[in-house]
Structures are given as C-alpha cells and as structure tokens.
C-alpha cells in the first residue's frame, strides 16, 4: 500500500540516530564545502554580490536569495556583509540540503544505511559539490528544496489538514527562491494520494490541496511583483516568459550527459532503478513528476550548469535512489562503498574543484590594488553607500568590491551589449560616468589599460573611453601593478 510509506513501515519511524546522523552530515559537508571553496561568481553571482553588498541589485527574478544571505550575516557575523559570506552561506545551504535530504529518505521508508549511502553520493555530486563552493542561487534553492519537501512528508504523518498549510508555505519558499520550482508543484500535490490511506481521497481534500496550491502560488508571485517593481503579476509573469524565449534552446541530447550524467552520477541509475522497484506504488508517479517535469523542461531551456537547475529535484531522486533493491537488501555494503566510491571518482575526474590558474589569481589581486592605490584605500563601511566606484571594461569575473566593498566596481555587462561596439559602449558609460562623477568627484576611476596580454582583447574599447575621459573630465592618470587607472575629476 502507498500510505505503507508513512505508516507501517519499521524503517520509517525517524529517531535520535536518524537526527544524529543527519546533524553529522551537515556538520561535516558545511566543514569540507568550505574547505575547498572557490572565488568564483557563476552567472547570477556577481549580481548578487552587489545586491548583497548595496542593497542596490541589478534586478534578479528570484527575490528569497539576498533577504536570506543578509539573515545569514546578520545572525553570524552582526551585519558585516563581508563578501566571503557568500560563500559560506553556499556551503551551509547545500550541507542543510544534504542533511534534509537523509531525512526525507528515511521519512518516505527508506532503510537508515541506504539513506546515509545516497546522501553521501548526493553530498559527491558535482552538480551540489560545484554550486556548493561558489556564489549562485542553486545551493540555498537545493536546501530549500529540500527542508520543503521534509515538511511537507512530515505533515503528511499528521493529516491533509495539517499539510495543506505547510504545503501553501513551502510554494511560496520555493518559488521564491527559484522560480523553476514551480514545476515540482504537480508532483507535491499528488503526495496526499500517494501517501495517505485511501480512506482520506476525497473531493474535498482535493480542493484543500488546490486552494493552499493557489495561496502559495498568489503569495509567490506578490513577493517576486514586488521585488520587480512590476506594476501588476501578470507583468513579471510576462518578463518571465521573455526570458524563457531568450535562454530556450530546444531539446539537446548532449545535455543528458552533461548535466544530468556528468552532475548528478550514479544518483541517475540509483534512481531510475528505484523508480522501477516503486513501479507498483502511487509514490512512483509522484516522483516521475517531481523529477521528470522539471528534468524534461531543463533538457530544452537554460543554461549549462553543471546540474545546477536539477538540485530543488534532486531530493526527490535520492528518495528514489535510496529505495533501490540492491540498497535496501541486507547486504549492501558492497553495493553502497562502490556507489560512493564511484561518485567520488566521477568528481575528481572533472577536475574538482577547478582552481583558478595562479596568473589569473595574481592578476585578480594586482587590479583591485591598482584601483585602491588610485582612489586611496578605504576600510569597509557599515552602510550601503559605497564611498568609491570605478567602471571597467575589460568585464573581469573578479570585481573590486569582492576584496574591498568601500569600492564598488559597476558592472559594464548592466549597461553595454557583449557585441556593443568601442563606440556604442563608450557612448553608453559616458551616461553612467556623468551621474557618479556628480555624485563622487575625485572618487570615480575607469580602469583604462593594462600590460597583460589578455588585453589587447578590450584594448580599442579601452581606448575610445580613455579619449572620451580626457574630453569630458578632469583626469588624473595613475598606473601601478602593470594597470592604467584614471580617476575622474568634475567634468569640463
């Protein structure tokens, strides 16, 4: 029976070692995610650095990330906003992830050592390890993903009553934090038929779900509207669909390796063989929609992350994976080492973690103290107001204001088109340049140069703004480090 999962089972009953256990996962991935962090800022990252650093963001569509960063610091570290709390709350938000994720294995009957088994392998993957140990949205979505769905299965032992409130929370959590969650909602409103007793199937319950399925999606949208500044929902739905136009593809079968083989590993056979011992369960189909919609869209849309957009499914693989007959026989010891130890080897194999070359390091440090030396270092302020900027065109993935936030270093990317002529983009920073050298005179540096090879890629660029500089302003051209740094004057 389906309800077996939450009822009768003897492994399902979750106890102090279950807790322990999961307490010694998070301790333990949040040590090591740490230990081998890397400075990188993956596609939506340098955005919200910013927003977290000025409360000032380039406009991201999935608003829970910054307001959780910033209660992060403000428990932890009393409102610093030091750049390097980023990645830390990357590191914790996977380890919550990972230890949420045992948990809701062993809730849905999974035995103990067959969970354990797949949080491990879970904990290896290179989609959770990658995002993990870097600043993007993916990490803090998967722990959500997956303290929502322990929620959820956990008011399911209670009632449907009890459930729907928690379900309606959990819809706003997860769309809040990565609008793609929204795809799982199919899923996650079959859970009541798939895992209560037959006796509680009725109309009723079913529009309990519906309502509390609309609730959560309402208040979602309201919170992302008002994050947007969008007049109404239906404007941010429609930007939505904007950017679905823009990132969609069609589908690709290399992604399948790539994402879904190479990030997650032996996570996919786990649970398709799962899947296949379920067949005979309503939880089976529950976890087809909670994995295949969202894995199906992501085959045909988005960019290539390394797994990244497939982590809020990802518990709801493991909990399949960790119900594969070879896991949850007696002796699996052989069959659970070999997994884990594959899952390993299929990280190091990729070449995790990918360290920056050390030039490209070196290169990193000298240009933030080749503008900090032009400006006159500043030590970090307590508000959101920077007290410098500098604009560069050179787009390097490593802004200033990570290593000194009183610098803020605008993004040329928020203002000129990768293809934008020298022209076009000089014309498009002399707007940006005017209002900041109004506001800050003598504080505003444009990064106009250097003798790395790397730059004869930016150099014409370079030059038309450094001329445009020199008739627009008051220009004091200072280098050092091998970097050619004006600092801008009141204008002419």
Known sequence: MAHDCL????????????AATAGGLFLLAALCYQRFAQPELLQDGPGLLEAFLYGEPPYCPHPAYVPLARAWDWLFHAGTRNAATLWQFSAFSAALGLSCTYLLARALAAPAAAALVVALACGLARAVACHATLVELHAQHFGASAAAALACVLALRCSVRVWVP??????????????????????????PWALRPPAEHSVRNLLLAAAALGAGLWAGLELTRLHSGAASSLHDIAASTAALTRFGRGFELDWLSGE???GLGVLVPLGLLGVYALRRERLALALLLLVGVPSAFFSMWGARNDGGYLLGCLPWLCVAAARTPKLTARRFELVGSAAVAAQLLLLVCTRWPEQAPERLQQLRDERAAAVALALGDAPPVADDLP???????DRSPYPVHLSRRAIREWRVNSFVAA?????????????????LVAQAPGRVAVIAGS???????????????????????AVHARGTHGWEVLVLDARR
Not at 462 to 473: D, G, I, Q, T, V
């Open 451 to 473: 003798t790395d090879p790397t730059a004869a890629a930016w150099a014409e660029q370079a030059s038309e703004l450094r001329s445009a500089c020199n008739s627009r302003y």
């Open 7 to 18: 009822r009768e089972h003897p492994s399902n009953s979750l106890n102090r070692r279950d």
């Open 419 to 435: 293809d934008a002529t020298p022209q076009q983009a000089v014309r498009a920073l002399e707007t940006v340049l005017d209002l």
């Open 387 to 393: 007290q410098a900027h500098v604009i560069a065109i």
């Open 260 to 262: 879904w083989l190479r």
């Open 166 to 191: 928690v379900f309606a929370l959990c819809a706003v959590v997860l769309y809040t934090t990565h609008k793609t969650a929204s795809l799982m909602l199919p899923g996650l409103v079959l859970l």
